[in-house]
């Protein structure tokens, strides 16, 4: 059974950092895509970034970009997203989601989020 | 990047009657190299992560009730559900996997009349 957990939620101040993880099991990690797609309290769904299966190959949205930094070891069977100068309109519950294959393919397991909150 | 819309915003259906989501991308998500339309739709209940139901614009995720089926091609593209039931209650999205960023419609929320 697939499972992908997130953990490393919490509260941040803006301009603060935080860095999220996602265990995953009941697949071989090594062999597919991963992303990170948020959803602010109410809101639609955002696709935030994108790892190709060796790590070589990543993707940002704009909203991001050189903030974040999505990486993965998986050796260890894990991903994880490096969030920097945090602003308000980051909070969100973040989802860790397994590609069907590569990056543009369908999105076909997520895990149940953490939830950021950025706040003074 | 490609701008996906999706109408209506909301709707509300009888049981047992058909719901038809409508979605629209700015540019095609059709490649021309394989055919395929880089296209997808999910399903997210209150409170839970989404979860795919069609894939490649219509092709039915394995565990899908057939009820639900999608539709279209290039820029335009429908999701039905046939008859739909009380589980059905739920907001849907489309996204286009065609190129990053990947991007996902607003949503529309589906209700029981």
């Known amino acids: 059974e697939v499972q992908l957990v997130e953990s490393g939620g919490g509260l941040a101040q803006p301009g603060g950092s935080l860095r999220l993880s996602c265990a995953a099991s009941?697949?071989?990690?090594?062999?597919?895509?991963m992303s990170w797609v948020r959803q602010a309290p109410g809101k639609g769904l955002e696709w935030v970034s994108g790892?190709?299966?060796?790590?070589?190959?990543?993707s940002y949205a704009d909203s991001v970009k050189g903030r974040f930094t999505i990486s993965r070891d998986n050796s260890k069977n894990t991903l994880y997203l490096q969030m920097n100068i945090l602003r308000a309109e980051d909070t969100a519950v973040y989802y860790c989601?397994?590609?069907?294959?590569?990056?543009?393919?369908?999105?076909?397991?997520w895990g149940q989020g953490t939830l950021v909150t950025v706040s003074s | 990047d490609i701008v996906m819309t999706q109408s209506p915003d909301s709707l509300a259906v009888s049981l047992g009657e058909r719901a038809t989501i409508n979605c629209k991308s700015s540019?095609?998500?059709?490649?021309?190299?394989?055919?395929?339309?880089?296209l997808a739709w999910y399903q997210q209940k209150p409170g839970q992560p989404p979860k795919v139901l069609i894939y490649?614009?219509?092709t039915r995720e394995s565990g899908v009730p057939d009820r639900f089926s999608g539709s279209g091609s290039g820029t335009d593209f429908t999701l039905t559900i046939s008859t739909l039931q009380a589980e059905d209650v739920a907001v849907y999205y489309c996204?286009?996997?065609?190129?990053?960023?990947?991007?996902f419609g607003p949503g529309t929320k589906v209700e029981i009349k």
């Open positions: 989601a397994k590609a069907n294959y590569d990056i543009l393919t369908a999105i076909d397991y």
């Open positions: 009941g697949f071989t990690f090594s062999t597919y895509a």
């Open positions: 790892i190709s299966d060796t790590g070589g190959s990543t």
């Open positions: 540019q095609s998500v059709l490649y021309s190299s394989n055919n395929k339309n880089y």
């Open positions: 490649w614009a219509s």
């Open positions: 996204q286009q996997y065609y190129s990053t960023p990947i991007t």
